[in-house]
């Protein structure tokens, strides 16, 4: 099975935990207007094994497209548990970059990776592309 880099957001070589940075603003599952909220509510969704909030906040037009329910079963082996810290966010006029520290929980051991995120805009809200 091919499990692509943004749907295990490297589960597969980072399995970690850490507090997240604060609540988010938004509804996971819902876009939003401020692209930090959504990659926090996209961690959120993976966090949740909520895989319709998750493909909810991916852009209709991302390369990779929704998460297919095979490999999301495939990657929630992978951690029992995933938070994030967004670190900045570049923001312009329809597109922006988040860089987050994202931090996997698997069997009491943790790691966490720094990730860049890829959001634009679509309907006036801001939606992963990439990551």
């Given at each position: 099975?091919?499990?692509?880099?943004?749907?295990?957001?490297?589960?597969?070589?980072?399995?970690?935990?850490?507090?997240?940075a604060g609540c988010?603003?938004?509804?996971?599952?819902?876009?939003?207007?401020?692209?930090?909220?959504?990659?926090?509510?996209?961690?959120?969704?993976?966090?949740?094994?909520?895989?319709?909030?998750?493909?909810?906040?991916?852009?209709?037009?991302?390369?990779?497209?929704?998460?297919?329910?095979?490999?999301?079963?495939?990657?929630?082996?992978?951690?029992?548990?995933?938070?994030?810290?967004?670190?900045?966010?570049?923001?312009?006029?329809?597109?922006?970059?988040?860089?987050?520290?994202?931090?996997?929980?698997?069997?009491?051991?943790?790691?966490?990776?720094?990730?860049?995120?890829?959001?634009?805009?679509?309907?006036?809200?801001?939606?992963?592309?990439?990551?």
């Amino acid at each position: 099975m091919d499990v692509n880099r943004r749907h295990c957001l490297a589960a597969l070589g980072s399995i970690s935990t850490a507090a997240l940075a604060g609540c988010t603003s938004s509804i996971p599952g819902v876009g939003s207007d401020d692209p930090g909220d959504v990659v926090e509510d996209y961690v959120s969704a993976l966090d949740d094994d909520d895989r319709e909030a998750a493909n909810d906040l991916i852009h209709p037009d991302a390369e990779e497209g929704e998460i297919p329910e095979d490999e999301w079963e495939f990657m929630q082996q992978f951690f029992d548990s995933v938070d994030v810290e967004i670190l900045d966010v570049d923001e312009d006029d329809d597109e922006a970059t988040v860089e987050a520290e994202v931090t996997f929980e698997y069997d009491d051991e943790s790691e966490s990776d720094e990730e860049e995120f890829e959001l634009r805009t679509h309907d006036d809200e801001w939606l992963i592309y990439d990551d």
